[in-house]
């Protein structure tokens, strides 16, 4: 394959659509578990089906889910969808280093409604500029995959038995075990936030003086308080003083 290929658009398109694949495959299974628990919810297909298309970002939705079943406030819905997805704009800063001049502001607008954790993973472990191509190639799968996935799951929520729907609705916390336990057995610093986050959910579940508190501010509360104790008891250390220890 010449040189003159490799850099082409086409190329740099389909190397991004080829790598947005196994992202994709994952999303389905994963939002078909939120498809499930929307209707459950109350929430018809079409609705689950708009928030997964118009959000891309599973925590996000799964707090946002709780707190519309529960008859939240929209303050509780904005501070707790802001402080969630915050990451992403910290992902979207970093990953703006590597843009090459093709990105003009229209685009950049566009390729940040697909940065989730895993698309910026792979776009971020790309040693060479990334281009508007490859990125719109990269983000095409995800987005399609994590809505489609809600609309079937959204679907089967209708059509299913409700032990049925229980046992698939629990993938979405699987895919939460998946991603936290792994960097948990190797930094306690992780291990402490997610087993402070825990507890406390569990206390403003179970201890009736807090059961009082809606889920909106309760979610906003345990995200706050067990990552500002990880950061003030487990600082990430700089890697240069790192690497001098």
Known sequence: MSKKFEESGALN??????????????????SFGFGIMAVSNGLSVFSALMIS???LTSAGQVAGLGIIAAGGTLIEMILAQLIINMRYALMSIS???????????PHRLLISFSITDEVFAVAAGKSKELNTR??????????????????????????????????????????FIAIFV??????????????????????????????????G?????????????????????????????
């Open 13 to 30: 398109f389909k190397r991004g659509f080829r790598d947005g694949i196994p992202i994709g495959m994952g999303y389905l299974s994963v």
């Open 53 to 55: 298309l118009t959000n």
């Open 95 to 105: 990953l703006s280093q590597k843009l090459d001049s093709s990105f003009t502001t």
């Open 134 to 175: 490859y990125m719109y190639g990269l983000m095409i799968m995800p987005i399609v995959c994590w809505s489609l996935g809600t609309f079937l799951g959204g679907v089967a929520g209708e059509i299913l038995p409700d032990r049925l729907k229980a046992a698939l609705g629990i993938a979405i916390y699987g895919m």
């Open 182 to 215: 792994p960097p948990a057995r190797k930094s306690l610093g992780v291990l402490a936030v997610v087993a402070v986050s825990a507890g406390l959910s569990c206390c403003f579940r179970y201890i009736p003086a807090l059961s009082g508190i809606s889920n």
């Open 217 to 245: 501010f309760s979610i906003i509360i345990c995200t706050l308080f067990a990552a500002i104790l990880g950061a003030l008891v487990f600082p990430v250390k700089e890697k240069a003083e790192a690497d001098e220890q």
